[in-house]
């Protein structure tokens, strides 16, 4: 059963913030020094000097993120809503030439690990320090991206009805064109309906693995020191962004490879040995090489640019997979192209194993297709591998199995904006 209620949400205060496009950001790991230094820029309220900012107490980041957003909420630029409410989000943006809207809403769910699927390996150095901003904060910034599966569209049709008509309580649009719209729901009726369509579903993390595993360390520490929830928006709930894998408008980018550091490497004779259990097909451009990729995306393709040569690689016959994949995994794992990838060319042709991957010692990672041909062509990598697009229901069967993708499997695009709704705890201490 999955738990959602609503919430008291934290959001900048409009009589006090002109343009909301100047205090939120893109998600804290999407955030290098040239992006934190322009946010910084914007505004003195934005939410990077919280999320990921600068020691403005002497060498305590954490002190100076939780003094910011104390003085903001004392001051006002920050107000809690009055009414429990859910918060519904609609994201409208452009991929592949196509106009396309996300619809989701924010709540907050119940911390019950063992009840929600994750399909990615997290790392220890951001749980440490988004731990740390969690214990100075006691606060929820960034969106936890969650995904269920409602073919009939339940909560969907609730919350659109919820909406119709009305002007969206947040609009603004971000640094990449996209555009975010949020509306306020606080009818009990609407959000008893929305819960009951969600309490039989399963949840799917899709991103924010490292920000749901904190928020379940920090519950856990929390109890073990005998506090207690003071209000609704506590230690055991976590501010969340659900969608419906069944609603249109889910896009998830494929995240290219690129392989250096190979020592002697012959491109015609790699792609020669591949040729035993791929259909090796070669073009004499990108753009043919593309649409090959996108024709075969159901039968493990992949584009491969080395030695000035475009090509695709197909598997030539759907019984191999357990041959070219051996490892121990569910054939839903084993079919994944990041999987097939990895093991039955990196691996075996190539000799990166996973303990190379892990390390990133050959490999790199690219969404941009012309940067990367333009990388082998320069000699700064030896092959471009271009794939096709990990499947939402695909995420969905590995996570079923208890497995976690191959790292670098998905990209779900756009990002949700961090600072349209943000959540403080209540702890009894």
């Not at 207690?228 to 290219?256: C, Q, V, W």
Request: charge should be negative; charged fraction near 30%; hydrophobic fraction near 35%.
């Amino acid at each position: 059963m999955s738990r959602i209620i609503p919430f008291r949400g934290i959001r900048y205060n409009k009589d006090k913030i002109d343009d909301l496009a100047a205090v939120v950001t893109q998600p804290y790991d999407r955030i290098d020094g040239p992006e934190q230094k322009a946010y910084y820029e914007r505004s003195p309220y934005n939410i990077v000097r919280i999320i990921k900012g600068k020691a403005a107490l002497p060498g305590d980041v954490y002190a100076s993120a939780a003094s910011f957003f104390l003085d903001w909420l004392n001051e006002g630029i920050l107000k809690r809503d009055e009414t429990p409410s859910l918060y519904v989000y609609h994201q409208e943006y452009t991929y592949t030439n196509e106009r396309l809207t996300r619809k989701g809403f924010i709540a907050l769910g119940k911390l019950e690990p063992e009840k929600v699927h994750a399909h990615e390996r997290t790392l220890k150095g951001p749980k440490e320090d988004r731990l740390r901003l969690m214990q100075a904060t006691e606060g929820n910034f960034g969106q936890i991206f969650m995904l269920y599966s409602d073919p009939q569209r339940a909560a969907d049709k609730e919350l659109e009805a919820a909406i119709n008509e009305r002007p969206p309580t947040i609009s603004l649009k971000d640094d990449l064109g996209n555009r975010h719209l949020v509306w306020q729901v606080m009818d009990k009726r609407v959000i008893g309906e929305v819960q009951a369509a969600i309490a039989d579903k399963d949840l799917y993390i899709a991103d924010g693995h490292h920000r749901y595993e904190t928020a379940v360390n920090f519950m856990r520490e929390c109890k073990k020191a005998g506090w207690k929830p003071a209000a609704a928006e506590s230690f055991d709930y976590r501010m969340m962004t659900l969608f419906n894998i069944d609603e249109p408008g889910m896009t998830i980018r494929p995240i290219h490879r690129l392989i250096h550091g190979l020592p002697d490497f012959d491109p015609q004779l790699f792609l020669t040995k591949l040729g035993k259990d791929f259909a090796v097909k070669r073009y004499s451009t990108l753009a043919e090489m593309e649409a090959a990729l996108k024709a075969g995306q159901d039968h493990h393709t992949f584009g491969c640019y080395t030695g000035g040569i475009f090509s695709t690689l197909t598997v030539r016959d759907e019984n191999l997979i357990d041959r070219l994949v051996t490892v121990e995994r569910s054939m839903d794992w084993k079919r994944l192209d990041v999987s097939v990838l990895h093991i039955a060319i990196l691996e075996r042709h190539l000799g990166i194993d996973a303990a190379a991957l892990e390390e990133e010692r050959n490999i790199t990672y690219s969404h941009d297709v012309l940067d990367a041909v333009n990388r082998v062509d320069q000699k700064d990598e030896q092959i471009f591998f271009c794939l096709n697009p990990t499947s939402p229901d695909e995420v969905r069967r590995v996570a079923d199995h208890g497995e976690k993708m191959p790292q670098k499997s998905t990209d779900f695009y756009p990002k949700l904006l961090t600072g349209l709704v943000l959540s403080k705890m209540g702890i009894q201490k």
